[in-house]
């Protein structure tokens, strides 16, 4: 009975989620869920714990097995039990691994350890950007659409008045034809809007699967994050590009202990037990291996020396990627507050002063004062405001997923967008 109550609620919660409009914090959430990217991180993260866990294990023991003295001539040739000096031995050798050796060898492992979680909080953030990007090129696409649609219903009924003035006498036929253009290239234009709308639901289902089909919840207000107004270099040490520099500098340091500790030799260990004829004595052997370092400068010196320079690579190429981002987020910074700045002057003249020539030219059109082809140019020219208004948020959208999802741990109190009342 709770078995089927619980599938009743599960299926009840799906066939909402289904019914609802698709909103960009449940896309994100969505893409997270499905993505095999995520998986793999996982797994690479879950390969580097295991390697870390063997890392700093001694090597396996050798097991040796050995005919020793076998007489190839003479009456006791190929026998293993008439010489006295013929052995039959089994033996078992350890190599000791210095403890400073293993320890710089885990500390390696570990930093591969956190390599790996940097490496997945990076691929969720360019998971969580692409979504981003996608359900609002989807909505805002569609927001173009609805605006071509609208004039298309106007243009219909220019179309209309144009043929009723023209049976009546009091148009021309040039009007007439200059309407039905007008509106022909509304539809070109729908068509075209139509398209783009199809790629994004398609670009969106690359990330959230079916749920791209379905309607999409308003557009919230946009803000950004409240790292953006402080200081910038000590946030983007947090960049998961940047972190993962700072691990692959970590790693390369690790690798030079470990080159440092290789200067110090390892010793093995060996027992060996020889079995001879009946007639003789069984023997138990102890052997000592110590390799002879004899030319460090050339050998051991000079692997710790290129380790060594890989660190300075390293450091160099995190400091060279925190510049890089740094100027990159200042551009998008700047970009944002110019997409602002030309927002409120299309909202506080440019749209107003369209919507009235609109209005004015139509208003002498119908009081036989003004010629249709004023009207249809105010039209065109009102739509072109409207159209490169939703160009320019759909920018400053863009710049704003960029941001939000730069940083794995952004401030969701302040960058998190606000519905729109």
């Known amino acids: 009975m709770a078995t089927s109550i619980a599938l009743c609620l599960a299926l009840g919660t799906q066939a909402a989620l289904a019914q609802s409009p698709l909103s960009l914090e449940r896309a994100v959430a ?10 793999a991180a996982d797994a690479q993260a879950r390969a580097a714990r295991e390697t870390a866990s063997a890392a700093g294990q001694l090597p396996d023991p050798v097991l040796k097995l050995g005919l020793n003295n076998l007489p190839i001539d003479g009456p006791d040739r190929y026998s293993v039990t008439r010489d006295f000096m013929t052995m039959r031995s ?23 350890i956190e390599l790996a979680q940097v490496t ?11 979504t981003a990007l996608a359900w609002l090129e989807r909505s805002y696409q569609e927001s173009l659409r609805d605006l071509l649609q609208s004039q298309i219903a106007q243009a ?14 009091k148009g021309s036929q040039v009007e007439v034809f200059a309407a039905r253009g007008s509106a022909e290239q509304l539809r070109d234009g729908l068509a075209q809007a139509e398209r783009q709308v199809a790629v994004a ?38 960049h998961p590009q940047i972190a993962a520099a700072a691990q692959q500098a970590a790693i390369a ?3 030079a202990a470990v080159a440092r500790a290789a200067k110090s030799s390892d010793w093995s260990v060996e027992l060996q037990y020889s079995q001879r004829g009946p007639a003789y004595s069984n023997m138990v052997s102890i052997n000592l291996s110590v390799p002879l370092q004899w030319d460090q ?3 051991q010196d ?44 299309y909202d506080a003249s440019l749209l107003p002063l369209a919507t009235q020539r609109s209005e004015a030219a139509l208003a002498s059109y119908r009081a036989g004062s003004g010629p249709l082809t004023a009207v249809l140019d105010a039209r065109r020219s009102e739509i072109d405001v409207r159209t490169e208004r939703l160009r320019i948020e759909l920018d400053r959208a863009r710049i704003w997923a960029q941001l939000y999802y730069l940083l794995p741990s952004h401030d969701g109190a302040q960058g998190k967008p606000e519905a729109a009342q």
Do not use: C
Not at 30 to 37: F, I, P, V
Not at 94 to 110: G, M, W, Y
Not at 205 to 234: C, F, H, I, N, Y
């Open 30 to 39: 969505e893409a997270a869920g499905r993505s095999q990217l995520v998986t």
């Open 297 to 299: 400068k050339n050998r």
């Open 120 to 130: 997945r909080q990076a691929t969720i953030a360019d998971l969580q950007r692409d």
């Open 253 to 255: 340091d690790s690798e």
């Open 201 to 238: 639901i398609t670009q969106l289902g690359r990330w959230v699967g079916e749920s791209a089909t379905q309607p999409l919840a308003p557009r919230a207000a946009l803000t950004l994050p409240a790292w953006t107004e402080g200081a910038l270099p000590q946030h983007l040490s947090q």
């Open 90 to 112: 089994v033996g078992v050798m350890q190599e000791l691994t210095r403890a400073d050796k293993r320890n710089a060898r885990v500390r390696r492992a570990e930093r591969e």
């Open 302 to 345: 000079r692997e710790l020396a290129a380790r060594l320079a890989g660190v300075d690579e390293a450091r160099a190429r995190r400091e060279e990627l925190q510049r890089a981002h740094e100027a990159e987020v200042r551009s998008m910074l700047q970009e944002w507050r110019s997409h602002e700045e030309r927002l409120g002057r």
């Open 156 to 169: 219909e009924l220019q179309v209309q008045a144009a043929e009723t003035l023209y049976r009546s006498g």
